[in-house]
């Protein structure tokens, strides 16, 4: 897979989870209230891990990198560091093209 084939399929996964994320906060406004282990939640987001897990796969991210960085690392949005294998150094995670470096040097 090439990067710019591997950054394509970041960008569509992180448009996803915008699109879930917005879905989520307009029924917890029009539901007032909602958990996750709802119905509806399982259907939102049990659907996007899988969603995630099949991608994480696909690309090679072999550090469950998009599950922290997700998860973890909030869409990038925290800033927080992180050091792939072969790096000597913990480096800033905040946006795809550093989530897709790091994939990138764990294969």
Known sequence: MTTKERMKLLTEWKEQFEKCDNT?????????????DSAVGKA????????????SKSIGDTGAWLN????ENNMGADGK?????????LQPVNTLSDLRRIIEADI
């Open 81 to 89: 560091k992180a050091k792939a294998a072969k790096w000597k150094r």
């Open 44 to 55: 939102i987001w049990q659907t996007f891990t899988l969603y995630t897990d099949a991608l």
């Open 24 to 36: 989520w906060t307009d029924l917890e406004k029009l539901f007032r209230g909602l958990d996750c």
């Open 68 to 71: 922290w960085y997700c998860w």
